[in-house]
């Protein structure tokens, strides 16, 4: 398995129609809406603003990722979940994988974006290879 | 061809191991009663290395070598050169997963596909094996066909077991003898070429198979190593057949182990496995756990001593412990209980794998706990360091020289990998509300910029976690606590705020952050080298640049001495340490590991949570009553200090001191020959010469002087070194 890749971007906590509006500017699979008032944004650039004085905007370098082609989802899932990822796509699945929690952006080609956080990237990489 | 102890046996296609021994006229055990279906334990053996394969249910390929486990006895466990290979796991997804393809199961099948439903059918016939049912449920099945063998986890909503029955096994003298079949085996067996000479049946004998139907109980068995004659008492005559092949038609019982290891999940049965069976006469004599050996001696032997329940004769005996948990004796084992005790018998739980597993097979798929890695664990390894696991993480334990690590603080400089601390931040219009009811300080009147330590407490005032509450802002804050405590932290402060319905934002950015320890007299010049003109000072936080990286830096004490934690974006940990180590090179800076910085705390008389703390330690019992405020008006935990302060609590953390060498921690504390305490921390202190610990009184008066690891101690105040505190606020 490759070496994952960082990421450098934002985590913005802020009451849900803030991030609503926040997420539909951004872009599906560039902000990942991990809760309802947890937003990931994996790409750097200005501090995302947004219609909440309270809201919890700081950079985010604690992701990792892996990029995965359809046939490397397919095994991932097969090998290493077990739970059902949601059908549609594109959707955000997050869950253990392998033991290990992470994050899946499942694409409508079949393919994905795997991310876990930094501090457990050297174990996921070693149970998925 | 295949090897049975060293002989090469023919084999047919379609055979199994066991057809190809008995064909060849030997048994793949060492005798007992057959029952081909894989149900019972009589022909286990060590197939191609692996112990304990039910030879029965495995296909006879070419060259396989086959080994009988030694009678009586364990088979030997296997030298560390074994080649076996790691199976490999998929997991699947089902709705209704079957076991079983027979007319129930198809029935089951049917009715769900007519509803909907997305069915699994498994059946140990086309390769299926089910070895366990585990929580979920998931069904295990271990896949046959593959190389290397493949175990499916196949994760259900709902499970049928359409397993059908068992045959009975007879039970009276004899039953280890060769040439025993059940019905079921011998027409298995009949089928595929394998000669049934001068056969006898007792109870129904099976269709198509040449024997003499015996009239009459079976009372024993005789031969010498294989059977020549059933002897039965019939019409108050005991009558003795001879034979070479006996076989029994006796009857069926539920095959039902699978539902006996997984009695509390979603898991049906039908069909025969379901069913009523009438029980067999309970057993006089014989082996009745042809498994483990148990007689119905023993049995007599168990219930003589008081065991008259089921599950205790069980367990007493070990009827039903063996191989085939119960399969072949729990019927029999249920009748004689059930006669002994006038009332029917349950069946007993049965313990997974419904089939043998080699460990590979039974570990592949599972992992054992994740643990993390902060950002510096490779500047760790590269420095030398002891790494072990604290609280979910990987951690520098020591540097190789607790002595230098230990001095470096206390002299010159040191830093320490904090970053596992959990961090927390909260914002929000009822944030101060918020805190102040989470809290047992005070939070309303801290200033912006500084910082306060805090207790945590559950609402039964027990201490929890600990940590600092730095203010950021006026609605804004910036919490840390313990690093094994930072998990549990963020659901109990996410779970009240949420109870309360308060707005209050809460990112948890344990993992985003990096953290370093600065400490040591030299602390603040180190910063100052790294661009930090005017450092905070104690108990003041602020975010500033360090080395061009930007830091929320606080000043706070663990060690005793002048502490600065650096909390910054962790792509910057190790750029940041090696500035520190680089810039401190001439000041004496080292890293410091946990074996010295807990020795530093406990001079410090710093109780760790969790190591010095017990699950029902109040601050009263750790001597921390300061840090509770009860003029406040509420916050968790409060109302049961209150009703409990005026009640009597004889239980105390206190503090000793000792000659060196100090004792182990968990070394048991005495007074006058009487166990009164254990010892919580402990450690040799370099600056005061003599050992300082921490430990639990259980009595009041509380002794002055007591016992501990045969030397005697002294009680003590705490804090240990620099009792006024002015080496953390220089």
């Not at chain 2, 699994?120 to 099945?141: C, M, N, Q």
Request: charged fraction near 20%.
């Amino acid at each position: 398995m490759r070496e994952p890749e960082p990421f450098a971007g934002w985590r913005v906590v802020a009451a849900p129609p803030a991030l609503d509006a926040l997420e539909a500017r951004t872009g599906a699979g560039v902000a990942l809406r991990i809760a309802a008032d947890d937003l990931l944004v994996l790409s750097g650039g200005e501090q995302p603003a947004l219609d909440d004085p309270d809201a919890i905007v700081e950079p985010e370098t604690g992701f990792v990722g892996w990029e995965l082609d359809p046939p490397a989802v397919r095994a991932l899932l097969v090998g290493h979940v077990e739970w059902q990822p949601p059908a549609p796509r594109p959707t955000l699945a997050q869950g253990l994988v392998a033991a290990v929690p992470a994050k899946l952006w499942l694409r409508e080609d079949g393919s994905a974006l795997l991310l876990c956080l930094a501090a457990y990237a050297a174990e996921l990489e070693a149970r998925l290879a | 061809m295949i090897e049975l102890d060293g002989r090469r046996l023919p084999i047919v296609a379609g055979d199994t191991i066991a057809l190809a021994a008995l064909r060849a006229g030997e048994h793949p055990g060492h005798g007992g009663t057959v029952c081909l279906a894989g149900d019972c334990g009589s022909c286990v053996a060590e197939v191609d290395g692996v112990a304990w394969v039910r030879t029965c249910q495995t296909p006879a390929r070419p060259g396989v070598v086959v080994r009988r486990h030694p009678d009586g006895n364990a088979p030997p466990l296997l030298g560390g050169s074994s080649s076996l290979v790691e199976p490999s796991v998929r997991h699947e997804q089902a709705e209704l997963v079957v076991v079983g393809d027979g007319p129930s199961g198809q029935d089951a099948a049917a009715s769900a596909s007519a509803a909907g439903r997305e069915v699994v059918v498994l059946d140990a016939a086309r390769g299926d094996e089910v070895v366990v049912i585990d929580h979920g449920p998931t069904v295990i099945v271990r896949r046959s066909g593959t190389d290397p063998v493949t175990l499916v986890h196949l994760h259900a909503h709902e499970v049928v077991l359409a397993t059908g029955a068992a045959e009975l096994h007879p039970v009276c003298p004899g039953t280890r003898l060769r040439g025993l079949y059940t019905a079921g085996a011998a027409a298995v067996a009949h089928t595929a070429g394998v000669v049934l000479p001068d056969a006898v049946a007792i109870g129904t004998p099976p269709e198509g198979v040449p024997c003499r139907p015996v009239p009459g109980r079976l009372a024993r068995l005789e031969g010498n190593g294989r059977i020549s004659a059933v002897v039965v008492e019939h019409d108050g005559d005991v009558v003795r057949h001879g034979c070479a092949t006996a076989i029994f038609g006796l009857g069926s019982s539920p095959r039902d182990i699978l539902a006996r290891i997984a009695p509390d999940l979603a898991v049906r049965v039908v069909g025969s496995a379901a069913s009523a069976h009438e029980l067999p006469p309970p057993p006089v004599e014989g082996v009745i756990c042809p498994c483990s050996g148990t007689t119905v001696e023993d049995l007599e032997a168990v219930w003589a001593r008081g065991f008259r329940e089921l599950e205790l004769v069980k367990r007493a005996s070990l009827c039903g412990t063996g191989t085939c948990q119960g399969s072949a004796c729990l019927p029999h084992l249920r009748s004689w209980v059930a006669q002994r005790s006038g009332r029917p018998a349950e069946p007993f739980t049965a313990r997974p794998a419904a089939r043998q597993l080699t460990l590979g097979e039974a570990a592949a798929g599972y992992h054992v706990d994740a643990f993390r890695r902060t950002a510096l664990h490779g500047e760790h390894h590269r420095l030398g360091a002891q790494l072990d696991r604290f609280g979910g993480w990987w951690r520098p334990w020591s540097y190789g020289d607790l002595g230098a690590e230990y001095w470096a603080v206390r002299r010159a400089v040191s830093i320490g990998d904090v970053s596992t601390l959990g961090k927390m931040v909260v914002s929000g219009p009822d944030v101060v509300e918020a805190l102040e009811r989470l809290y047992p300080n005070h939070v309303h009147d801290l200033r912006l910029g500084r910082s306060r330590y805090a207790l945590v407490l559950n609402e039964r005032g027990h201490i929890t976690d600990d940590g600092m509450i730095c203010r950021d802002d006026d609605a804004r804050f910036t919490l840390t606590f313990t690093s094994g405590g930072a998990s549990a932290a963020e659901m109990w402060v996410r779970d009240w705020i949420e109870t309360w319905g308060l707005r209050v934002h809460v990112l948890d950015r344990t993992m985003s952050l990096g953290a370093i320890n600065v400490t040591g007299p030299s602390a603040a010049e180190l910063l100052r080298r790294l661009g930090v003109d005017e450092p905070p000072r104690f108990l003041q936080h602020r975010r500033l640049p360090v080395a061009g990286i930007d830091c929320h830096v606080m000043r706070l004490s663990f060690t005793g001495e002048a502490s600065f934690e650096l909390h910054h974006p962790i792509d910057a940990s190790a750029e940041l340490w090696q500035a520190l180590l680089h810039e401190g090179a001439d000041l004496g800076v080292r890293p410091h590991g946990l074996e010295a910085l807990f020795g530093l705390r406990l001079e410090k008389g710093h109780v760790i949570v969790g190591q010095d703390t017990e699950l029902d330690s109040s601050p009263r019992r750790v001597g921390m009553e300061w840090a509770v405020k009860m003029d406040k008006a509420d916050f968790l935990g409060r109302s049961a200090l209150e009703r409990t302060a005026p009640l009597p609590d004889d239980r105390r953390l206190h503090a000793f001191t000792m000659p060196s060498p100090a004792p182990f921690e968990g070394s048991a504390i005495l007074h006058e020959g009487e166990v009164v305490g254990v010892v919580t921390s402990s450690f040799d202190s370099p600056i005061l010469e003599q050992a300082v610990l921490l430990g639990w009184l259980r009595h009041r008066p509380f002794p002055s002087v007591v016992e501990i690891d045969g030397r005697s101690a002294t009680t003590s105040s705490t804090p240990f070194y620099d009792p006024e505190g002015s080496r953390a606020r220089a």
